[in-house]
T-cell receptor
């Protein structure tokens, strides 16, 4: 089954404790991206990647890191989480990135709480 | 001006009603558009794609008005199961960002 797998679904941590949220897709998509969703603000892009070893900042990259060593995986790393990073996070992928017909496939989301 | 704007609602409609949402976009060169449906705290799922003047799928119709730069989503004969948030998504022609509206909340009431 074609899908984007994101783990964990829920994560509670404390300020400053490094964490990683994993994202993997089995559709051979070049484009992958991370979003956070907060009430009233909608989905905001954190980072995206057009292909292996190519990553770029989105609208809200501060406090986050990503890597794209393999085409299928795009982990989101919070080196020193802070309470303002408490949010609902989504990973998404697309065949070739923004274009005429490419839609986004989303992972099931990670609800992160930083205490 | 935001890239994509939606009326957040909420829209509360009775079962069987027809409801329409609008989404305005700022980039006049945008060629394709998507409507996604998102249930509470779940991932967005593609509802409809719009590439030309519009698209229809059962009770759902999406229309594009390029002159006024908006797309609309029309839901006929609303069902309780249509209750969700509807996101308007605009992929740009250049650059690498998909732009999302903040979503329109719909509740269908028995």
């Amino acid at each position: 089954e074609a899908q984007v797998t994101q783990n964990p679904r829920y994560l509670i941590t404390v300020t400053g404790k490094k964490l990683t949220v994993t994202c993997s897709q089995n559709m051979n998509h070049e484009y992958m991206s991370w979003y956070r969703q907060d009430p009233g603000l909608g989905l905001r892009q954190i980072y995206y990647s057009m292909n292996v070893e190519v990553t770029d900042k989105g609208d809200v990259p501060e406090g986050y890191k990503v890597s794209r060593k393999e085409k299928r995986n795009f982990p989101l790393i919070l080196e020193s989480p802070s309470p303002n990073q408490t949010s609902l996070y989504f990973c998404a992928s697309s065949r070739t990135g923004p274009g005429l017909v490419e839609k986004l496939f989303f992972g099931s989301g990670t609800q992160l709480s930083v205490l | 001006r935001k890239e994509v704007e939606q009326d957040p609602g909420p829209f509360n409609v009775p079962e069987g009603a027809t409801v329409a949402f609008n989404c305005t976009y700022s980039n006049s060169a945008s060629q394709s558009f998507f409507w996604y449906r998102q249930d509470c705290r779940k991932e967005p799922k593609l509802l409809m794609s719009v590439y030309s003047s519009g698209n229809e799928d059962g009770r759902f119709t999406a229309q594009l008005n390029r002159a006024s730069q908006y797309i609309s989503l029309l839901i006929r004969d609303s069902k309780l199961s249509d209750s969700a948030t509807y996101l308007c998504v605009v992929p740009p022609n250049t650059g690498n960002q998909f732009y999302f509206g903040t979503g329109t909340s719909l509740t269908v009431i028995p």
